[in-house]
């Protein structure tokens, strides 16, 4: 099992920047494949970005490439999501996931989940 607990979200303008953290209980980290969701009010969870064991590949949605970038440290049992260029619709909470699998890019298919970081992005 891993615990995951996010940290850095916030209140930004529109064309700032927000790096979300996301860390991880357990000694097993490097065996998980992690990614980032978000949840806008009255909204389906969707995929934002999604990285492999070792950070050697990633995957990100259509409206955050360019934008994002998600990386991992398995030393620190660590991934992170550098958010930049944030737009209005950006603004939702955000959840890190964990799985064993790489190749599913919907929630069900995710197995843990953090509580949470709430980013609002202002006009």
């Known amino acids: 099992q891993v615990q995951l607990v996010e940290s850095g979200g916030g209140l930004v303008q529109a064309g700032g920047s927000l790096r979300l953290s996301c860390a991880a209980s357990?000694?097993?980290?490097?065996?998980?494949?992690m990614a980032w969701f978000r949840q806008a009010p009255g909204k389906e969870r969707e995929f934002v970005a999604a990285?492999?064991?070792?950070?050697?590949?990633?995957n990100y949605a259509d409206s955050v490439k360019g934008r994002f970038t998600i990386s991992r440290d398995n030393a620190k049992n660590t991934v992170y999501l550098q958010m930049n260029s944030l737009k209005p619709e950006d603004t939702a909470v955000y959840y890190c996931?964990?799985?064993?699998?790489?190749?599913?890019?919907?929630?069900?298919?995710?197995?843990?989940w953090g509580q949470g970081t709430q980013v609002t992005v202002s006009s």
């Open positions: 996931s964990a799985m064993k699998g790489w190749g599913s890019f919907t929630p069900t298919a995710y197995n843990y």
């Open positions: 357990g000694r097993t980290f490097s065996s998980y494949v």
């Open positions: 990285i492999s064991w070792s950070g050697g590949t990633t």
